[in-house]
């Protein structure tokens, strides 16, 4: 048995300062450090360290070939976590979250999600030489703001996005059937 964990990747860019500068304001900062981060990440390095070497545990996603991609898989890694199942798309970068945390201990997070925009799931049910059931989920991470997967939609010619039901307003979810004749 293996734990898979799919989610995101993030390298954390930290800042901590007595208050967060308000727009068109400069504020000094007190620390600032970089940390591995992203929701799956965490996730996996939790578990790794829970389970210790009772069960393994495989961090699945997407890195780019990027600094901050090599330092994250580095880091799962040496926090016990397989890389294996962590693809690397040539051009992409690492996604990354910009924190600012003031005096009271409150944040603020402003991410670019480079490579974890490009995770997207499909399953096919090949029935004969004709027919092909598909189905899946484009932006699987949600990590789009609202209302992009139509967007994104008309992007792969898909003719409806459905956001879910469950909260995924990014992400969409798909049922596609092709005929070869």
């Known amino acids: 048995m293996t734990v898979l964990v799919l989610g995101g990747v993030n390298m954390d860019f930290i800042a901590e300062m ?8 400069t504020r000094e ?3 600032f450090y970089t940390t591995p981060g992203g929701k799956g990440a965490n996730q996996a390095v ?13 961090m699945a996603g997407l890195l ?11 880091a799962l890694e ?15 970068h690492c996604g990354v979250a910009v924190i600012l945390i003031d005096g009271a201990g409150e ?22 030489d004709m027919f092909r059931l598909a189905v899946g989920g484009e932006n699987v991470f949600d990590e789009l703001p609202d209302d992009d997967g139509h967007f994104v ?8 996005a ?8 990014g992400a969409f979810w798909y049922v596609r059937l092709t005929a070869d004749f």
């Open 107 to 128: 944040n603020s997070v402003n991410a670019v999600y480079g490579s974890n925009l490009l995770v997207d799931l499909e399953a096919a049910y090949q029935f004969n």
């Open 78 to 92: 040496a926090s016990g976590v397989g890389t294996t199942s962590l693809g690397t798309v040539p051009g992409a």
């Open 18 to 25: 007595p208050v967060i500068a308000a727009r068109g304001q």
């Open 46 to 58: 939790a578990a790794a360290r829970i389970l210790e070497d009772r069960v393994p545990v495989e």
């Open 162 to 169: 459905l956001t879910s039901p469950f909260g995924f307003n």
């Open 64 to 74: 780019g070939d990027d600094r901050h991609s090599e330092e994250m898989r580095a």
């Open 153 to 160: 939609a008309e992007l792969l010619g898909v003719d409806k």
């Open 29 to 31: 900062g007190t620390a």
